[in-house]
């Protein structure tokens, strides 16, 4: 009952906020940040979404029936099926293949066996025979059942080659056929038009060092973890590098050797070679840098167990009311999948994932419910979209990308969540990304109008932004964001929302603990939900789509998708 009241409560507090303004929208989110009115049916929908709704959708994705909802694995599959059933029971069309609600991915899981032989041959000392997990970790991407490698290892800072910001750690020298050492991150600057300043730019992710070690003809790239650079410790890294991790179909070549390593195992190969890690880092910080040889190889024997898989996409349509539009939409996002079960791991192995990402889900699937409850309906269709193996490197979404259920040229907005913590009652909202947009007059007047402070990305030098499935739909051009809470909670000082995260990134991110608790308070979650709900309909109702702001890096993007 005091949970039921305190939900009655805040719902009155938005009704109370969300103020109705006259019609007349801003086109794609112009200057004047005007809304457009919610119809009355619609702001009757919207009152309906309920925290406990979101909470049996948690409850039931993270139980452990569902082992994890590891990609390709059963309780994935079983996970898939429900977001499926519910989508049918709100009403919504099916906008997978052949007229299901189901699209496949096709996928290849490769599992580094215990066969595999990972040594560092130091130009000086002894062979450094590296532990699997505990000193690194490896993957095959050429998804072959074997290779072999045995090649010089340089040193090339960051690895980014960057000419609008005027970097090049490569300088021209010749990689091909070399293993590349290489911090994650980007270097440190203040300067927001230098690399964004704090701010995360995708030169600092790992699957753009990936990426662009390929690029340039390498054979393997080393990423060395340092819990600052990461923004997470390396249990983490061992936890989502450990057994089978998901790769969509290879298209021509491919590292044979994708890895991390532990600083430890970098500073003393830099020792053993002669050199010195912390002053290679510093230097690595200057544009004068130039690759380093270290006189070391790398001998590797990749053994891997290879399995050709599909997992699936689950997608819905609500179609729009307004012939004129309804070929085009405003999607939203959530991730299902997480890590499934470690069999090596002792004690509790499931990776139930409650916070990371069946909160998410549960947001979805009440926004979803929403909308397909709504006595009226939005002018532009609505998409909704769970994609499976975020966890793997944003592969569903990036293949959803890439065959997106109609053209990316006519989504408006891509409206993402992932991993909103069950916290209770938010007084802020983070859009981060939103800023980059067209519609973010629109958002600002949302949240306002929510009574929710817009809080800047509370850590940007972790590049949240690049980090979950928006980002895959951002490169295909579409205008999106994540909507998740700030770190100031009612009732609470910013710092216990500040202190909840870091307690989370260190003791339960990617770990077993991610579990369902009935404690948890999914009133933040339901607002969040409402605001989504509320800033899709208005996109929805737009004279015209919305666009990436200009001279964004994704404007090309979306031009061409306009072509």
């Known amino acids: 009952m005091r949970r039921m009241a305190r939900f009655a409560l805040v719902c009155l507090i938005v009704c109370a906020g969300l103020s109705v303004w006259a019609d007349g929208g801003s086109g794609g989110g112009g200057s ?20 406990e709704r979101i909470r049996w959708h948690v409850r039931y994705l993270s139980h452990d029936l569902l082992e994890g909802r590891g990609t390709g694995q059963r309780g994935g599959d079983l996970a898939a ?127 753009y060092k990936y990426e662009e070690g390929l690029r340039k003809g390498a054979l393997g790239v080393l990423l060395i973890h340092q819990s600052q650079m990461a923004s997470y410790p390396w249990e983490v890294v061992r936890n989502s590098n450990s057994g089978e991790k998901s790769f969509l179909k290879a298209e021509g070549r491919a590292l044979k050797v994708a890895s991390w390593i532990h600083l430890d195992v970098a500073t003393r190969l830099a020792a053993a070679s002669g050199m010195n890690l912390d002053k290679m880092m510093t230097a690595a910080q200057s544009r004068d840098f130039h690759p380093v040889s270290l006189g070391a190889r790398l001998k590797a024997h990749m053994v891997s ?185 009612k009732g609470h000082a910013d710092s216990w929302g500040v202190e909840q995260e870091r307690e989370y990134v260190e003791k339960h991110y990617h770990q077993p603990s991610d579990e369902y608790r009935p404690d948890m308070d999914f009133v933040g979650d339901a607002a969040m939900a409402r605001f989504g709900f509320a800033l899709g309909w208005e996109a929805s109702s737009l004279s015209k789509l919305i666009g990436w702001q200009k001279g964004d890096e994704f404007e090309a993007a979306r031009v061409k998708s306009q072509q």
């Open 305 to 489: 167990k290879v399995r050709n898989f599909e997992s699936n996409n689950v997608l819905a349509v609500l179609p729009g009311n307004d012939k004129r539009v309804s070929d085009e939409a405003v999607m939203y996002t959530a991730h299902y999948d997480h890590f499934g079960i470690r069999p090596d791991m002792p004690g509790d192995n499931i990776f139930n994932g409650a916070d990371d990402n069946a909160t998410g889900c549960g947001i979805l699937l009440e926004v979803a419910r929403a909308f397909g409850s709504s006595a009226a309906k939005p002018r532009r269709s609505i998409l909704f979209a769970a994609v499976t193996a975020e966890e793997q490197g944003l592969l569903g979404s990036e293949y959803l990308g890439k065959h997106p259920p109609l053209a990316a040229g006519k989504i408006s907005l891509d409206l993402n969540y992932d991993d909103v913590k069950p916290l209770g009652a938010p007084e802020e909202v983070q859009v981060a990304g939103a800023e980059r947009t067209t519609f973010y007059p629109a958002v600002e007047a949302m949240a306002k109008d929510f009574r929710l402070t817009i809080r800047p990305d509370a850590r940007p030098e972790a590049g949240h932004f690049y980090r979950s499935d928006h980002f895959s739909l951002a490169r295909v051009g579409i205008p999106s964001f994540s909507i998740n809470e700030g770190t100031k909670f």
């Open 32 to 51: 004047r940040g005007q809304s457009v009115r919610l119809p009355g049916a619609a702001f009757t929908a919207l009152e309906t979404i309920n925290p």
């Open 81 to 207: 099926e429900y977001i499926a059933t519910q989508f049918a029971e709100y009403g919504l069309k099916p906008a997978g293949d052949h007229g299901t609600y189901m699209q496949r991915v096709p996928l290849v899981g490769i599992t580094t066996l215990p066969e595999t032989r990972f040594s560092l041959i130091p130009k000086q000392g002894e062979t450094m025979n590296l532990k699997p997990l505990d000193e690194y970790v490896a993957y095959d991407q050429t998804q072959q059942a074997e290779s072999d490698i045995d090649a010089d290892v340089v040193f090339v800072g960051y690895g980014i080659e960057a000419p609008e910001y005027n970097w090049d750690d490569y300088k021209g020298v010749d990689v091909r056929g070399k293993v590349l050492l290489m911090l994650v991150n980007e270097p440190p600057s203040d300067d927001p038009k230098f690399f964004k300043g704090k701010a995360l730019t995708y030169y600092g992710r790992w699957t």
